[in-house]
Every structure is written in C-alpha cells, then in structure tokens.
C-alpha cells in the first residue's frame, strides 16, 4: 500500500570503498535532471511497504506544451535478479524512469512512483524492452495501461557514478494500450517501436489512438 506523506531528509552511509550513498546518487540524479530540464515545478513523495520512498518531480510545460516527470529514488540501489545467490550492494544496473506527456497529467505521479518501486518491491530488472503493467489506467481517462522502458541516453545523458558503481541510467516511458502490449507480448519490443516509427505515432500525445496492428 502506498502512503503520500512530507518529505524528510534521507539517512546516509559514509562514503567508502562500497560505492557512494544512498544521497550521493540522488544528489547527483537530481542535479542532472535539473541541468536537462531546468527546475522542477513541482515533485510528490510516495512509499510503499518495505520500500525506500520514491519521489516524482514534474519538468515543464516547455515551449512545446511538453511536460516531463522523473522518478528519483529507484536508482539510490542497484536492481538485483531474484534469483542470484548473493545480492551486490553496489554492482548492477540503475536505472530512474522518465515519461513525457503533452499537457501534462499529474494524476500519474503515482502511477510513476508503482513502476520506479518495482525493483524494491518484485525483485524486477527494468531495462529497455522491459513492459510495466499498472493493470488501470495510468492517469484518469488514458486509454494506456502499460509502457515500454525505451532506451536511454537520447533525453537525459547517463550519470557516471564513483567506481565500482554502475551509471545511472534514465529510461524514458512509452505509454502502450492493451493491444499495442499484447502486441509487443507477441513480436518483441523492437517490432512495436518500428511500428510507432513507420506510423508517425506521437508517444506523447495522452490521448492518441493505438497504433493500427494489422
């Protein structure tokens, strides 16, 4: 269960030989989300049970009417495989979210906060092609209940962290109807977005019609 609530500052571990911080890595991820995309106007705080509290802030509008939201909390760890032996505390991919939406719809702050969690929560690696289902709408009235983790370095440029650390990855989010995720279920994450791309699907219109699959 998820629980808005004030934001607090963040207990920290020295820096040493095991990697930066928990707060050196947001620091630093709030620092490159903001040389990208300028202040944010905005952010919310969410927790779930068991999880690091995962915060959303809102970039925008910008000149195109485009409004960005950005997960800060996912990467302060490194994602693990359920399965392995023994977790590294400091090794293994991180990765923050990023989805842009014409107009903006702050409904889905949470929605953001769910996906960003699920490292912590369900042991998931979240790389590009990796589908996120909400199993709901993502904001109210979205014909979208899923996205796509594309891939990374086109909007926000990786984040090199202090060694043995891995950098800090910003996947943007494709938001993806129950026909497109089927689809993608099917043929694969490159299939969907050569699709998009032959079609001239604008990704960040919140109200586009999906993409026609025959």
Do not use: C
Not at 42 to 51: K, M, P, Q, S
Not at 78 to 98: H, N, W
Not at 154 to 169: M, N, Q, T, Y
Request: aromatic share 6%; net charge negative.
């Amino acid at each position: 269960m998820a629980h808005d609530f004030p934001l607090f500052g963040d207990p920290s571990q020295p820096h040493g030989p095991l990697g930066p911080s928990r707060s050196d890595v947001l620091s630093a991820v709030e620092a490159r989300l903001i040389t990208t995309f300028g202040e944010p106007g905005g952010r919310a705080a969410v927790t779930f049970l068991g999880a690091e509290r995962i915060e959303v802030l809102r970039f925008g509008p910008d000149a195109e009417g485009l409004v960005r939201y950005a997960t800060l909390g996912m990467a302060a760890a490194p994602m693990a495989d359920p399965t392995s032996a023994v977790v590294d505390p400091v090794r293994g991919p991180r990765a923050e979210l990023v989805l842009t939406v014409r107009g903006g719809r702050d409904d889905v702050l949470r929605t953001l906060a769910t996906f960003a969690a699920t490292p912590q929560v369900e042991g998931l690696v979240v790389a590009p092609g990796t589908s996120l289902d909400l199993g709901s709408a993502l904001w109210e009235g979205a014909p979208f209940t899923s996205v796509l983790a594309g891939e990374p370095g086109g909007l926000v440029a990786d984040l090199e962290l202090d060694p043995p650390a891995d950098p800090v990855r910003f996947l943007p989010l494709l938001p993806m109807t129950p026909n497109e995720a089927a689809h993608k279920r099917v043929h694969g994450a490159a299939a969907l977005e050569e699709l998009w791309l032959r079609q001239g699907t604008d990704l960040r219109d919140p109200g586009r019609r999906g993409a026609s699959l025959g």
